[in-house]
């Protein structure tokens, strides 16, 4: 393993990241990183998109069609709703903070095609005609 940096040249790279967080010094996961331009393709596709926010959160707003497994369920419920780990998996949260966690857990599930945009965060798209309230 290795130590990745984001910079503006790689962030909307095509390719699997190994992130560590810096301050922390812990493994984040493996995941594809998509640009904000490219979700309204990317969601036409088969995937699965995963809601980590509290249900509270989620009730409130959502992508549509999302999934919602708040973070503290994951591990428990993932298997059950998703069983296949080669499915590709959009995470997201409102941050990007659970969005990372829940990649670290995906991870040690051994699921493999985990993608997220920008951070992960609701509160940086863009594209708000892909929410639902």
């Not at 926010?53 to 009730?59: D, G, I, Q, S």
Request: aromatic share 14%; charged share 25%.
């Amino acid at each position: 393993m290795f130590n990745f940096k984001f910079n503006k040249s790689n962030i909307f790279g095509k390719g699997f990241y190994s992130k560590w967080n810096n301050r922390s010094n812990r493994f984040i996961g493996e995941y594809k990183v998509i640009a904000q331009s490219d979700l309204y393709d990317f969601l036409k596709q088969d995937v699965y998109v995963l809601d980590v926010r509290t249900e509270r959160e989620f009730k409130g707003m959502r992508i549509k069609n999302a999934i919602n497994i708040p973070l503290y369920m994951l591990n428990r419920n993932i298997q059950s709703i998703i069983p296949d780990k080669e499915s590709k998996i959009l995470v997201y949260c409102m941050s990007g903070d659970r969005a990372r966690l829940a990649i670290q857990k995906l991870n040690n599930m051994e699921y493999k095609n985990i993608y997220i945009w920008g951070n992960g965060g609701l509160n940086t798209l863009k594209l708000k005609e892909l929410l639902e309230y």
